[in-house]
């Protein structure tokens, strides 16, 4: 197998993102939801990257220690240049919840690579990295520091330090490097590269504001991995820069035309999420038709009475033929408290309507929500179907317990047009 490249995804919606800029760019992938066996992968024998998409965002430490080396074992074995840990590029994490730090110890104590390549800014999704701190657009469509953007309210998670350094000394003592804006675009950042490197850097931080920076970046690391196997914690950016560099060196074909998806009817929305962008969508769907069934968190949190209704009441709008948005909050959660079960009880609200009713395509929506939902389904490998908007693409999924195909649209809470549950809905 001729891998490019494999990853690890610290939630779901993030591993499909990384799915769709592969496929966008020619290069078949794969994303397996656990290390892939013999069979799986002899099933998918043409493909140039492999993914792992997992929930380590929502993690604490001592669970990344106990789970994360297996999983990055597994896929260096595989023999790609380059192992990607892929996280959000809000970049939001804790020490005590899905802490980057943590990964990138495990991953060289793992990979023993010579250097951690961490590639936050993501142009294509309006994330910036300059002088190492961080900004991003926000639903407003205007670009903030990340610690003034609403990330910075984020209920386990919020990202009250721009300084990506700074923020990750909270969570790791590895001693992290920094190749800003005017090395990256001087007519040779390796040289200062390698000095970094020389004076102990275990890690080093990419100024990416742009194209340039982005494929100078790119250069670098892909360079770097002809040498030595890398393993890297980056957001999209890092695909996005690897990519460039592929295209460049003649490693991948020129993309064919992108399909299209027909319309699916009815189609269901499964929200946890409590961005803004997000309640703009739900707003929207519900001023234009869509059945709403809001579950009550306080009240799920005491028994299972109140998502046992909510199903109920989704089945009878589904089977109406009425598109149906299953949700727990319009912006501020209810009760953040309930954490990885509200995933669940959401993914087991998820199955038993895909057994009971004729749904064949489905929104999730936040990356812990997707995480823990997609887990319930039986689900094995997703693979790309057709681009939507960017950062959410239609999925088709392999090897479910259902009859019927399945496809998936797993979706950040950042992510998305008011509309965007129409657009999926159309499928275009």
Request: glycine content about 8%; charged content about 20%; proline content about 6%.
């Amino acid at each position: 197998m001729d891998l490019l490249y494999t990853f690890y995804g610290d939630d779901f919606t993030g591993s499909t993102d990384v799915l769709e800029q592969l496929a966008t760019h020619g290069a078949p992938a794969v994303l397996f939801l656990s290390p892939p066996t013999d069979s799986q992968l002899r099933a998918f024998a043409g493909v140039r990257a492999i993914g792992i998409a997992g929930d380590s965002r929502s993690r604490s430490p001592e669970w990344m220690s106990a789970n994360l080396p297996q999983i990055f074992s597994a896929l260096a074995a595989l023999g790609a240049p380059v192992l990607h840990y892929k996280v959000c590029s809000t970049f939001d994490s804790s020490p005590t919840v899905g802490s980057i730090g943590r990964a990138i110890d495990i991953g060289i104590d793992t990979i023993h690579p010579r250097f951690v390549p961490i590639v936050v800014g993501a142009p294509h999704l309006r994330r910036f990295v300059h002088e190492g701190r961080l900004f991003a657009a926000a639903p407003d469509g205007e670009i903030h520091r990340i610690d003034r953007h609403p990330m910075r309210h984020h209920p386990v998670t919020p990202m009250r330090e721009a300084d990506l350094r700074r923020h990750l000394a909270k969570q790791t003592s590895v001693h992290i490097g920094l190749l800003d804006y005017q090395t990256m675009s001087s007519a040779d950042p390796n040289r200062e590269l390698q000095r970094q490197l020389l004076e102990g850097a275990r890690a080093v931080l990419f100024d990416t504001i742009d194209r340039t920076t982005l494929h100078a970046a790119g250069e670098l690391i892909w360079k770097e991995a002809q040498q030595q196997p890398l393993f890297s914690a980056s957001s999209s950016g890092l695909t996005a820069a690897l990519l460039s560099v592929w295209k460049q060196e003649g490693l991948l074909p020129a993309p064919g035309s992108q399909s299209a998806a027909t319309a699916a009817e009815p189609l269901l929305v499964i929200s946890g999420s409590c961005s803004v962008a997000t309640e703009r969508q739900i707003r929207w769907a519900l001023q234009h038709g869509y059945d709403g069934i809001r579950i009550d968190t306080a009240r799920l949190a005491n028994g299972a009475a109140e998502l046992h209704e909510a199903i109920r009441g989704a089945r009878e709008s589904l089977s109406a033929g009425k598109h149906t948005v299953l949700y727990t909050s319009l912006g501020a959660p209810q009760n953040p408290a309930l954490g990885d079960a509200l995933g669940t009880a959401l993914g087991d609200a998820l199955r038993e309507l895909l057994e009971t009713t004729s749904v064949r395509r489905v929104v999730i929506c936040g990356g812990d929500t997707s995480s823990h939902a997609v887990q319930r389904l039986g689900v094995e490998a997703l693979t790309w179907k057709a681009n939507l908007q960017p950062g959410a693409p239609l999925c088709d999924a392999h090897g479910s317990q259902f009859a019927r195909p399945l496809e998936l649209v797993l979706k950040g809470g950042q992510v998305g047009t008011d509309d965007f549950f129409d657009l999926v809905r159309s499928g275009s």
